[in-house]
């Protein structure tokens, strides 16, 4: 059963996922939680692995979020529903300005339009 919060979003080239050692784009962030996240890749990713991530995501048309966060991946698979492959991670250490991420998507998330 699930102890946080996700976060699903309708564009999956919102939030990028990259190697942070070489910049390689490996995927495209699919859902967050506080603890982790779930990425969607062309290619299969190793489980257990530790990967050194960089997260990107444009914020408005002249700003560009940058966030490194250190993860292992716990899952990967095929999807059965789109030709990407599904990958879950788990952050390996807290991230102070990762939690803020999630909070303040978690708030607006929240916040419904007047009627």
């Not at 919060?5 to 309708?10: A, D, I, Y």
């Not at 059965?80 to 250490?93: H, M, N, P, R, V």
């Amino acid at each position: 059963m699930r102890r946080h919060s996700r976060l699903t979003f309708r564009s999956m080239y919102r939030i990028k996922v990259l190697n942070r050692d070489n910049d390689y784009l490996l995927g495209y962030v699919a859902d967050v939680s506080e603890t982790g996240l779930r990425m969607l890749s062309d290619t299969p990713q190793v489980v257990d692995t530790r990967l050194p991530l960089r997260l990107k995501m444009r914020v408005s048309e002249d700003e560009l979020l940058v966030m490194d966060i250190d993860a292992i991946c716990m899952w990967s698979r095929e999807s059965d529903k789109t030709d990407f492959f599904e990958s879950g991670f788990t952050l390996t250490k807290p991230s102070s300005d990762y939690s803020q991420l999630v909070q303040e998507m978690l708030a607006v998330r929240r916040i419904k339009p007047e009627q």
